[in-house]
């Protein structure tokens, strides 16, 4: 019998959940929720139907792993302790410094309900918070780099959008070569804010806009761009459509690190994405980690868990013979 999802949410990681789950045959999508009238809400699934979110407890029996696809701002710490109430599930939050207290209140919503709730799944966190943690365990005696890009950043992009003037724009995100090359060299480099990200925007201003007001607006805005050396272009509104609709991301995490008695021996650690689509990926991810949470919740396990406390063979649909067979 397949595992029976459920998506909280419908936005661009409620739909990237859907195609996962069409491509993952031991998987099937039952319901998908949402604050917002289901006759509203079209699905690529023909087989599942939308409901309004207040008919998710009465589900519970239906559905084996809901996975919360809200905002990590406002949605998540809400829904997350909530569903964990019903159901085993899986959530993307990446608000980094507020993971632990997100952490405590899943824990003891999915302790008191006896279900699995796995949190912060996607790329980072997850696939590269893993990468760093491996890397820590292996190499003790070592350096942690993570540069992001090439990119576009959500929150840069709606920083430039609130400027007076501006009509929409878009912001990526982009790793410095030269600091990434060092790093890869074992130079060991203490890189500034500055040395390590570039940020490019491109923007539609509003016409008679005064554009060097906006680029200075721009270039000097603290906590989003005022750090780093930032490009402003100025295009169309066609040009935008045409050019910057995609949502890539990706990045890099290397660890640099020695061994050997006197720490003679060099080794470089690294893994990388190249990310077409960030919300696609990230909900690939998200969906191997509720297979996880279905099958630890089988097992009699209960609680919050992130990527660190499940282990890799839960992740895969084969079973533990196949994996031995074919990709030990
Ligand atoms: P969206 O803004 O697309 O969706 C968030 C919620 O907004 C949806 O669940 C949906 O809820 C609602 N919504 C979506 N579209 C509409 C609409 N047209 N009108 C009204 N409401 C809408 O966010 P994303 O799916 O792109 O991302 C969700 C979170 O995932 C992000 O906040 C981010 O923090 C996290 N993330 C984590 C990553 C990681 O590596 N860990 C990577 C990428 C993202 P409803 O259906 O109930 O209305």
């Known amino acids: 019998m397949s595992i029976r999802i459920g998506i909280m949410g419908y936005g661009n990681l409620g739909r990237g959940v859907e195609c996962a789950v069409k491509h993952n045959p031991d998987l099937e999508l039952a319901a998908v929720f949402t604050r917002r009238d289901p006759e509203t809400v079209k699905i690529l699934t023909e087989t599942a139907k939308v409901c309004h979110v207040d008919e998710a407890e009465k589900m519970k029996d239906e559905i084996d792993v809901l996975i919360i696809c809200g905002g990590s701002a406002t949605d998540l710490p809400v829904q997350t302790p909530k569903y964990a109430q019903w159901f085993n599930v899986v959530d993307s939050f990446d608000t980094h410094a507020r993971i632990p207290e997100h952490f405590e209140n899943v824990d003891k919503a999915a302790k008191e309900s006896g279900h699995v709730g796995i949190i912060s799944v996607g790329w980072d966190p997850g696939m590269f918070s893993l990468n760093r943690m491996y890397a820590n365990a292996i190499l003790t005696n070592g350096k942690d780099y993570t540069f992001w890009g090439k990119g576009v950043s959500q929150g840069h992009s709606d920083a ?169």
């Open 160 to 328: 430039i959008r609130r400027i007076d003037g501006v009509k929409d724009g878009k912001q990526y995100t982009i790793p410095v070569e030269a600091a990434l090359e060092s790093v890869r060299n074992g130079e060991n480099p203490e890189l500034t804010t500055r040395q390590k990200h570039t940020r490019e925007c491109f923007v539609v201003a509003e016409e008679g806009a005064d554009l060097a007001r906006i680029e200075q607006e721009i270039k000097t805005m603290p906590n989003y761009f005022a750090d780093y050396d930032t490009t402003v272009h100025f295009i169309s509104e066609e040009e935008l459509k045409r050019d910057h609709s995609g949502i890539p991301h990706g990045g890099f995490v290397i660890r640099t690190g020695s061994t050997g008695w006197d720490n003679e021996n060099k080794h470089v650690i690294e893994y990388s994405l190249k990310l077409d689509s960030n919300p696609e990926f990230t909900s690939s991810v998200i969906v191997a980690y509720a297979r996880a949470a279905y099958r630890m919740s089988q097992e009699g396990q209960k609680g919050c868990k992130t990527v660190f406390d499940v282990a890799p063979a839960y992740l895969s649909a084969m079973d533990g013979a196949e994996l031995r067979k074919h990709l030990l």
